[in-house]
């Protein structure tokens, strides 16, 4: 983490925060989270580029492809974040989405990480 600011900025916006929510358990590109929330690939680009400038994601390149996961490191307290918030509408379909982006993944244009595609030891909140 570089500062308390940055941070919390990087939470502090309701697109990043659903960014976050995805990344937790499993390792998605930008355009498979510009998929998930239906926004342009430049607009989550940015956002991606806010967390990780935060020093909250980890990243594996594989190609043209980079793929982003919540550091491990950061899972204690970002955990007990989510906790203390109800989910909200829009988590439950991002994450009907992204599993079903994960399952035609083999079909699609990104291959899919190797290093960030094991699981995290807190995959329980999915």
């Known amino acids: 983490m570089n500062s308390a600011p940055s941070f919390f900025r990087a939470l502090g916006d309701e697109t990043r925060w659903r960014i976050v929510r995805l990344v937790m358990d499993r390792a998605l590109c930008v355009c498979e989270l510009a998929d998930i929330l239906g926004m342009p690939q430049s607009s989550v680009s940015s956002h991606v580029q806010i967390i990780r400038k935060a020093g909250l994601l980890e990243s594996e390149h594989c190609g043209k492809w980079t793929y982003f996961r919540i550091h491990t490191k950061h899972h204690p307290l970002l955990t007990r974040l989510i906790e203390s ?11 009907k989405k992204a599993k079903a982006r994960l399952k035609d993944r083999e079909n699609s244009c990104c291959p899919g990480p190797v290093k960030l595609a094991e699981p995290t030891s807190c995959n329980s909140r999915n």
Do not use: Q, V
């Open 85 to 95: 918030f109800p989910n909200s509408p829009e988590h439950k379909t991002d994450l």
